[in-house]
């Protein structure tokens, strides 16, 4: 069993920043890849961001890149979200999951799901 917790949502304007954490207990964080969704109001879930085991291979929806960056502090079994740049389009829960399967952007690789934090970027 894995615990996950998100924090650091909130409301902002277009243009400004959030960062996001995602910390976890229960397994050995450092041993998976991590990965960060959202889910907009009325849509399905959208992968965001992933980030390797390692923290040394990330990946981007086209959407966030450029404007996201994907961190993460295995010592304190901690995963961040830094989010630039942000535009009312980014408004969604977001939510950190770990992955058990091949495929960084799949949903269904992924099997622990914190309860998500909700970001409103207002216009």
């Known amino acids: 069993q894995v615990q996950l917790v998100e924090s650091g949502g909130g409301l902002v304007q277009a243009g400004g920043s959030l960062r996001l954490s995602c910390t976890a207990s229960?397994?050995?964080?450092?041993?998976?890849?991590m990965g960060w969704f959202r889910q907009p109001p009325g849509k399905e879930r959208q992968f965001v961001s992933a980030?390797?085991?390692?923290?040394?291979?990330?990946y981007y929806a086209n959407s966030v890149k450029g404007r996201f960056t994907i961190s993460r502090d295995n010592a304190k079994s901690t995963m961040y979200l830094q989010m630039n740049s942000l535009k009312p389009e980014d408004t969604a829960v977001y939510y950190c999951a770990t992955r058990s399967r091949t495929g960084y952007s799949d949903y269904r690789a992924y099997d622990y799901w914190g309860q998500g934090t909700q970001v409103t970027v207002s216009s």
């Open positions: 229960g397994r050995t964080f450092s041993s998976y890849t």
């Open positions: 980030i390797s085991w390692s923290g040394g291979t990330t």
